[in-house]
C-alpha cells in the first residue's frame, strides 16, 4: 500500500489513513488501513468506531471513483486490533454490508502490507470490463 495524501480539503484534518487500489479485469481491490500509531491498549471504542466510519468512508469513494458499485461485493475484511473495539466495528461492518450484496468478516490477522495498522480494511467488488483491460 502506498500512503496518500490528505483526499480531503486543506481545512480537513489530516488522516493517518493508507490505501492501495488494483484494478484488474472484472474486479477493483480497495485496501484501506487506518493508522494512528501505537494506541494504548482499552484505547476509546468510540474513537475506533470514528476510525472505521472514516475508512468506510473512503473506500467507498475510491469504489466510486473506479467506476465499480458497491451492489458487486465479491469479499469483505476488516482488522480491528484493539479487541475491545470489535463488538462496536462489527456492528457498524454489519449494518453497512447489510445495504449491499455480499459478506464482510472481521478477520485476526492485521493485513499483510500495513502491519502496524490500528485497523484495516480489503474489498474485493466486481465491476464491468473496459475496453483498457
Known sequence: ???????????AARLPLCVG???RPGALSVRVAYIAGA???????QDTQRQFAQVLATTERLVHEAGAS???IVSCEVFVREPAAC???????HTWAARRSGC???VRQPPC??????LG?????????????
Open 70 to 72: 458497491l451492489d458487486g
Open 39 to 45: 494506541a494504548p491498549a482499552g484505547a476509546d471504542t
Open 104 to 106: 464482510a468478516r472481521l
Open 113 to 118: 502490507a500495513t502491519p502496524h495498522a490500528d
Open 121 to 133: 480494511m480489503a474489498l474485493v467488488v466486481a465491476r464491468p470490463a473496459t475496453p483498457a483491460d
Open 87 to 93: 463488538p462496536g466495528v462489527e456492528a457498524l461492518l
Open 21 to 23: 487500489v488494483r484494478h
Open 1 to 11: 500500500m502506498t500512503p496518500i495524501a490528505n483526499p480531503w480539503p486543506p481545512s
